[in-house]
T-cell receptor, first 117, second 113 residues
Framework: GAGVSQTPSNKVTEKGKYVELRCDPI?????LYWYRQSLGQGPEFLIY????????DSGLPNDRFFAVRPEGSVSTLKIQRTERGDSAVYLC???????????????FGPGTRLLVL | AQSVSQHNHHVILSEAASLELGCNYS??????LFWYVQYPGQHLQLLLK????DPLVKGIKGFEAEFIKSKFSFNLRKPSVQWSDTAEYFC???????????WGAGTKLIIKP
């Protein structure tokens, strides 16, 4: 596609439920990132994929959060036993991942706004 | 730990005024620096970036930023703002691990017509 897409755009769930958030990166981009943005703050890094593997998951807040990218394209962020504090906008970004250097631009999707009641 | 500080959370200007948004970061090594913009109802878009070379970087829509290494700063400027520049502006630094962006809290800019 032309840009990064994320679904759903909004998700309302109840405390304790399980949610999945989907990200479709720009076609051909091998690097994919998840960030979380709470109200009034800048995004915070969660996890980075290079291809199918999670190269860095150091930003995941706890073991209720998990992300996969089984075929190296679409990624799913999974949150178990949701808590009210998980309410935020979850952003996905992708970059080409081909340069092997740090000089890459990350392109962002519109985000999924998660509200945990 | 690396961090990014944006000095103003809210800025209100009239059209044609000059703009400067401050951004300071803490990291002593090689940095990549970015300004992203988020217009109302839209997603984050890259405004400009600095990787190396000329410290004065030109971006889209007449924006520019200057990297001053000695001051750990990357301030965003525009000589004459327009109503359509109303948006939230984020400064970000790429950390030493080469892919994780560290973000400031953002500055909400409102341009009065």
């Amino acid at each position: 596609g032309a840009g990064v897409s994320q679904t759903p755009s909004n998700k309302v769930t109840e405390k304790g439920k399980y949610v999945e958030l989907r990200c479709d990166p720009i076609s051909g981009h091998t690097a994919l990132y998840w960030y979380r943005q709470s109200l009034g703050q800048g995004p915070e890094f969660l996890i980075y994929f290079q291809g199918t593997g999670a190269a860095d998951d150091s930003g995941l807040p706890n073991d209720r959060f998990f992300a996969v990218r089984p075929e190296g394209s679409v990624s799913t962020l999974k949150i178990q036993r949701t808590e009210r504090g998980d309410s935020a906008v979850y952003l996905c970004a992708s970059s080409s991942g081909t340069s092997g250097s740090h000089q890459e631009t990350q392109y962002f999707g519109p985000g999924t706004r998660l509200l945990v009641l | 730990a690396q961090s990014v500080s944006q000095h103003n959370h809210h800025v209100i200007l009239s059209e044609a005024a000059s703009l400067e948004l401050g951004c300071n970061y803490s990291y002593g090594g090689t940095v990549n620096l970015f300004w992203y913009v988020q217009y109302p109802g839209q997603h984050l878009q890259l405004l400009l970036k600095y990787f190396s070379g000329d410290p004065l970087v030109k971006g889209i829509k007449g924006f520019e930023a200057e990297f001053i290494k000695s001051k750990f700063s990357f301030n965003l400027r525009k000589p004459s703002v327009q109503w359509s520049d109303t948006a939230e502006y984020f400064c970000a630094v790429k950390g030493e691990n080469n892919y994780q962006l560290i973000w400031g809290a953002g500055t909400k800019l409102i341009i009065k017509p």
